[in-house]
């Protein structure tokens, strides 16, 4: 059986939502579904509809933290993939390394973990709730018309 219900988002590590935007939503055309700051960590999560997934622009709002270190050692770009499952302590448990410990967050007011697991290729991986009336029958599959 598997874990994964659906891709929710791809996250994108920004220096600035708003120049992203001018690219993402200017050029691509593609809309916000929604932005919101979190308080811990300090950031900005901006979510683009593409469709049946999101692409998160995520933007540190803390100079001294980890994301922010970060942006300055490695730049801007590709920093996790989300996928939505049943039970995200559970599937986080699963699939992180043996004697990882499970840290939950949120965003878009679901519960959220990221996987711990050496064996991801290099990708970082979250976990989220997944939410088959929001998630399925809300989402048309496909980009809206202009």
Known sequence: MSLVRRLD?????????EEALRFYEGHLGIRVHSSEELASPHVRLTYLDVGNAYLQLL???????PLAAELDDHGEGLHHICFAVDEVGE??????????SVVLGNGRGRVSSFVSASRSHGVRIECTEFDRELDVDAMPGWLRES
């Open 91 to 100: 599937a986080v448990s699963e699939l992180s390394d043996p004697g990882s």
């Open 59 to 65: 933007e540190p709002l803390d100079d001294a933290s």
């Open 9 to 17: 988002h791809v996250a994108i590590l920004v220096r600035s939502t």
